[in-house]
């Protein structure tokens, strides 16, 4: 956010990649594409490319985390330090990305049924292979349908989408040159059944306005959003073969 | 554990009927007292009470080298230190995860809403002024980010320019107060058993199901949020949220 650019980022009512204000990238999800994980997801979105992988419940390690009355989840989002198309970057969860691993759990903890995991966790783990804006929200809906490929019981799939500024112009689904050149960025994610929102941030300066189209943007993105997630799974469940 | 049950129980009973422990009401404040200029080695400094709520903002500026993507700006940096006699769960260390969220939310605000212009610390070609703002956590009775929020905002206002002169930054000869464009604060709202409560004590926290910050500007801009904890908000709750913290940032702003 807030740097300077001489290209325009919108021109005649598109988007610097030719994109309308509330056209969203293209977003391919495919479950179950690895071998040892109980659950996994590969989400193409636009250039972004990221791994959910899912294991558990099992047994929690360290053993003090441990709780009687519930199961926990670990989430764990990180950047792969070749994700970036800048420089190198060191390889590990950074500070953004322990604060990204933070919200995200808080996501899951609402729509895991965890107190029919009493004593056990659930490891999510989302790897950043590629990053083009939005790898947050990317994350967390691979990181759902990895959750139902691994046959963990969930109230609701979590879709979601990010909401930009540019050019003091709106637009859904803000890529990595968007978010580097624009004003704001906004990722939401909900549950589609209840409505209800479970991640949300944002920086910029926002009217109340702008944040109440935000919201009702974001809802309509993900609701196409699911209807891919849920066409991988179904895909998933007739086609493959049973796993042990 | 067996306690915090017992905490959770009460503040939900007394919730249930519209009440609170300490008697304020559900959006309500408790006493604010900001004190500026308390660590005068710092070139900024603001000690915040929130109720029982202690923290302290110290600024510092250093020489540093600007980031290779933004050449002209100087550096802006929001840390946060749960220091260990704040509460009994508070381990030193490095940060955990509660401290490097409290850091970041603060720091979005104050960042998104260009409170400081990264620019007029710009040096020369490879050199530019850092400004370090660190968050003291000294007593933790519950709603940390509001109170760390005004610290570093209170200290911002506190603040002057050290002299650049000799290769180095003279800490006895400034170039004048900080130049600051706008107040920044947040609001922190829990839901507790689908109520909604503003300022939260630390039992409050503990049966707290979901929090939203929100941290705003004059001119009735939102400059960042982060919606934390297991509780989802609906779509209205968070619209009636944004119009709250509004109403009270402007309160609180004035108190800077």
Partial sequence: MGGKTDKKLIENGKRWDGRGIKDMRPLKIEAGVLKQANGSALVEWGRNKVLASVYGPREVFPRHMMDPTKGIIKFRYSMAPFSNIDEHSRSGPNRRAQEISKVSRHVFENVVFLEQFPKTMINISCEVLQSDGGTRVAAIIAASVALVDAGIPCKDLVSGVSVGRVNGQLVLDVDKYEDNFGESDIPIVISTRTGEVLLFQADGMLTKEELETAFEWAYEGAAKVREIQEAALRKRYSEAPARD | ?256
Avoid: W
């Fill in chain 2, 1 to 256: 554990m067996i306690l915090d049950e017992v905490k959770k129980t009460y503040v939900k009973d007394l919730l249930r009927h519209g009440k609170r422990a300490d008697g304020r009401g559900l959006l309500d404040y408790r006493d604010i007292k900001i004190e500026k200029g308390v660590l005068p080695n710092a070139e900024g400094s603001a000690m915040v009470t929130l109720g029982g709520t202690k923290v302290v903002a110290g600024v510092k500026f250093d020489l540093a080298v600007p980031f290779k993507d933004r050449p002209e700006e100087g550096i802006f940096m929001v840390n946060a230190e749960f220091t260990p006699g704040a509460h009994p769960e508070f381990e030193a260390g490095p940060p955990g995860e509660n401290s490097i969220e409290l850091a970041r939310v603060v720091d979005r605000g104050i960042r998104s809403a260009e409170v400081v212009d990264v620019k007029k610390l710009f040096i020369e070609e490879g050199k530019v002024y850092g400004l370090f703002v660190d968050l003291y956590i000294l007593d933790h009775l519950g709603n940390l980010t509001d109170a760390a929020s005004m610290a570093a905002m209170a200290a911002l206002l506190d603040s002057k320019v050290p002299k650049y002169e000799k290769e180095q930054l003279s800490r006895d000869k400034y170039t004048g107060p900080l130049e600051v464009s706008k107040r920044v604060v947040t609001c922190t709202f829990e839901k507790i058993d689908g109520k909604l409560v503003l300022d939260p004590t630390v039992e409050e926290e503990i049966a707290s199901d979901g929090r939203v910050t929100l941290a705003s500007a004059e001119g009735g801009l939102i400059v960042a949020g982060q919606k934390s904890g297991r509780a989802g908000f609906s779509r209205e709750e968070m619209m009636q949220l944004i119009d709250l913290s509004l109403e009270k940032g402007r309160e609180l702003a004035e108190k800077l």
